[in-house]
């Protein structure tokens, strides 16, 4: 170990020989996981998975149809270690989410560009039936004789980062994976993972596996308040306290106490209430007056023998970021339905738009972020350091129809270090690596606009975790080497018309997958929840 020059050994285990990996994630040596005993492993298992049971850190167990009041949870899936995360790269990504806020609000207020971009005559909506769908209820809304009656937008972000160190190099950096814009989820399940991270090592100190564990590098996390904060302040510019926030959830949604944790600190911290809805109960529930554009919703319930209108100030999307959340033309028009009104949607369907992969790809073409940040037009520009530090975080990218034939040609020939990235959210749609050649086979020509090609992040080798599936059994742990991936919490309130940004940083989470997994997703079952040491 030559901790000088900043390099270090990791020690894999395979079978019984440690084999050497180097790596410079941090100037110490680091073994990750550290070494313990199956009989201290038995008891962090244990301990991990009562902890979870006992603090929300759960799901809805698997059913067809979840009963209308449940039973029952399963622990969510989980790692019994922190994984390490560079102390430089934790701060920079929390430090870039005000600019990642700000940028975000300014694009999803950028009308033609969202045209150019991601609309039904000139960009992605042409081609994706999806994007085009929700571009259309925009437009419709936007031609209307009453135009968009509410102009503030609230945005509920997540900007996923990996840690990039390409082989041979010995300076990590932060790359981004992508933006979210819509039901960014598992900012409170994250804040309980890191608690029982902290309580994992205020009752064991990890017997003493690693100097690593300790208090100071357990980075604190209070993503759910920080995310009740954002729906607060949309409340209260609505101006009406005795209204609700609208919660858009999925029909048989397991991950429910990640958006009930937000509606308890909601009621006990800003005495707001909330209701929660699926999109064919706002079917029968939802009506827009058409003189006040004021939205109320009359509950549907046997329990309920004279429901009563409740007006809403906010409308909190968990649903509606995939077409599977929109079977019919009639869901669209729900969507539609509840942009029409004056209540504050988060987000805003242009502002569903600006999370596309494909305005992701467009913000490295030149010039572009100039636009949005630098712009004599706006409230306040930005300095040249601050578009360095955006830029920093970019991955190569470009699109499959760039320069006529040549996306597709350069896809082919860099397969091996690509991913695929349609408009999709939610995990499972990517194509990778060797998939990429006969999947461009396949793709008529029309479609190729909608897709990205986008540059591999290089994990750092060597690094392991015990997971813990949900309700994982006696399958108890598995040990396995692991990617993990930080997302950074923020909100924004924007669209007013002294053109400013209210926004802030609001917490943090990491999910880890195992190595040879491609995708992430929590809800998708290939990743776990973690938090972080840092290194
Ligand atoms: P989604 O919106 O479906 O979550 P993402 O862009 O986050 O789409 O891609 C899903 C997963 O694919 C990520 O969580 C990550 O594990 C992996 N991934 C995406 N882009 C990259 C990349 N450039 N390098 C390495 N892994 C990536
Ligand atoms: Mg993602
Ligand atoms: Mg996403």
Known sequence: ???????????????????????????????????????????????????????????????????????????????????????????????????????????????????????????????????????????????????????????MFRSDYMVHLPEGSDSPSLKQVEFNTISSSFGTLS???????????????????????????????????????????????????????????????????????????????????????????????????????????????????????????????????????YPTPAHYDIRGLLESSRAIQCPSIPLQLAGGKKVQEELTQPGVLEQFMQNPKLATTHSREDLEAIRSTWMEMWSLDSDGENGVDRAREHADNLVLKPQREGGGNNVYKDAIPPFLDSLPEKERSAWIAMRLIATPKGLGNYLVRAGAGTEGAVKTNVISELGIFGWALFGGEDGKVKEKEAGWLVRTKGEDSNEGGVAAGFSVLDSIVLV
């Open 191 to 325: 804040q309980q993972s890191a608690q029982m991270h902290g309580y994992l090592h205020a009752s064991t100190g990890y017997f003493g596996s690693s100097s690593h564990l300790t208090q100071e590098n357990f980075p604190p996390n209070t993503t759910a308040s920080g995310l009740a904060e954002g729906l607060a302040a949309a409340h209260k510019a609505y101006g009406v306290p005795t209204a609700k926030i609208l919660f858009v959830v999925q029909p048989n949604e397991r991950n429910v106490f990640d958006q009930r944790f937000l509606e308890y600190d909601l009621l006990e911290k800003h005495s707001i209430h909330v209701i929660r809805q699926t999109f064919d109960d706002l079917a029968k529930s939802a009506h827009v007056d058409p003189q006040t554009h004021v939205l109320k919703i009359t509950p549907q319930s046997k329990q309920i023998a004279e429901p009563v209108a409740v007006e809403i100030s906010t409308v909190y999307f968990r649903a509606g970021y995939t077409p599977n959340d």
């Open 1 to 155: 170990v030559n901790t000088s020059r900043g390099v270090f050994t990791l020690f894999v285990k395979s079978g019984n020989l440690p084999t050497p990996v180097t790596g410079t994630m941090s100037r110490q040596s680091l073994q990750w996981p550290p070494e313990i005993s199956e009989s201290e492993l038995d008891t962090l298992t244990l301990l991990a998975t009562t902890y979870a049971l006992s603090h929300g850190l759960v799901y809805l167990p698997v059913a067809k149809v979840q009963p209308p009041a449940p039973t029952s949870t399963i622990h969510a899936p989980l790692s019994l270690f922190p994984s390490p995360i560079p102390r430089k790269q934790f701060e920079k990504a929390k430090n870039l989410q005000s600019l990642y806020n700000v940028l975000y609000a300014r694009i999803a207020t950028d009308v033609d560009f969202l045209d150019r971009v991601m609309g039904e005559e000139q960009g992605v909506g042409q081609v994706d039936e999806f994007t085009g769908q929700l571009w259309r209820q925009w437009k419709r809304l936007r031609d209307r004789e009453a135009g968009i009656v509410q102009p503030l937008h609230l945005g």
